[in-house]
């Protein structure tokens, strides 16, 4: 995982750690239902009662209407949330193969209360019967449904906000932002519903899209196309989060990334990139940053067509 570096405060007593294999543990029952938060394609996520609102946040960018939800399990409290928050600019005509800016500003209220597009990818691939997670495979019916709207406008995140007050830490809230796998080829942050993390560790969870494959990985070794839009789309995001998250309740200071297979590379390969420089990030996760995935070994085969000069070829 990766942290950024907190300052500790005065008069409170330490909250308590919340394991990055439980965090994960939660995030992934609650993607595969196990939870009884059933899954669905637009949103709102994950079991949202009809009607009710969570509060309207002022962001940098604009004004954001979220979703209060009442989660099914008794001993957790309701969780407010932001799905479909644009973190950066559409990455289109100009701005593909090139770094994220940061989004433009709106008007009037936004409706943040559905999923928005996932980013380009192939859901019929081999690697969703090979590579990917056993609860992923057998709820392919449920993947596919969060994975239908697809567009290359995609860079946005979604916001987990626990509504109970935490009498161990009365200040703002600590962050978790997660990166999902696929082998930098698929997947998507709305598969992951973080309300369960959120209302059980009392922690915002930030949930997210970034560039795959060809569109977010590319390398041409050219000034042109670098590569690497994917973790850049990452940093953006958490930059997005030091600029906006202290308006849900959020520090700024407490920031920690997870991720699972190819999001838990990232989470070590953005330690390594100099645009990480000057956030007083700490990387608390064991290497996997020179592990095989951290790498495409996708082979390509080229086939050329001989000449013959005009000449007939002959048995």
């Keep these: 995982m990766l942290r950024i570096a ?14 990055p ?18 899954g669905g394609g637009g949103g709102p996520a994950h079991g949202a009662s009809p009607g009710q609102e969570a509060p309207v946040i002022q962001t940098s960018y604009g004004k954001l209407r979220g979703t209060r939800v009442n989660l099914v399990n008794e001993i957790l409290g309701p969780v407010n949330q932001y799905l479909g928050v644009p973190y950066a600019a559409a990455p289109v005509g100009e701005r593909r193969f090139q770094p994220p ?20 990818q192939n859901v019929q691939g081999v690697l969703l019967e090979v590579m990917l997670p056993v609860w992923f495979t057998s709820n392919a019916e449920v993947v596919a449904s969060h994975l239908l709207e697809q567009s290359e406008d995609c860079l946005f995140l979604n916001v987990y906000v626990p509504t109970e007050d935490d009498i161990r830490d009365e200040g703002p809230r600590p962050v978790m932002m ?15 519903d973080g309300s369960v993390l959120a209302s059980y560790g009392n922690v915002i969870v930030v949930t997210l899209n970034y560039r795959l494959g060809v569109l ?23 930059r997005w989060i030091s600029e906006n998250i202290i308006h849900f309740g959020g520090d700024p200071l ?36 020179s592990s095989p995935t951290s790498c495409s070994l996708t082979q390509t085969k080229t086939k050329t067509k001989k000449k013959t000069d005009g000449k007939k070829l002959r048995g």
């Design 6 to 19: 907190s300052r500790a405060r005065p008069g409170r007593r330490p909250r308590p750690r919340l394991l």
């Design 101 to 120: 800016e940061p989004p433009a500003s709106w008007q009037q209220t936004r409706n943040a209360t559905r999923f928005a597009p996932v980013c380009p």
């Design 21 to 38: 294999t439980l965090a994960l543990l939660l995030l992934d029952l609650a993607a595969s239902g196990s939870l009884g938060l059933g």
């Design 178 to 192: 997660y990166i999902h796998g696929g082998s930098y080829m698929e997947g998507t942050g709305n598969l992951f």
């Design 254 to 289: 407490r920031v920690t990334v997870f991720g699972s297979g190819a999001g838990a590379s990232c989470v070590n390969l953005l330690t390594l990139s100099h645009h990480s420089e000057g956030n007083r990030w700490s990387n608390s996760s064991k290497g996997t940053k």
């Design 216 to 238: 977010g990985f590319l390398s041409m070794n050219d000034p042109a196309a670098k590569g690497n839009y994917g973790l850049l789309d990452q940093i953006q995001a958490l």
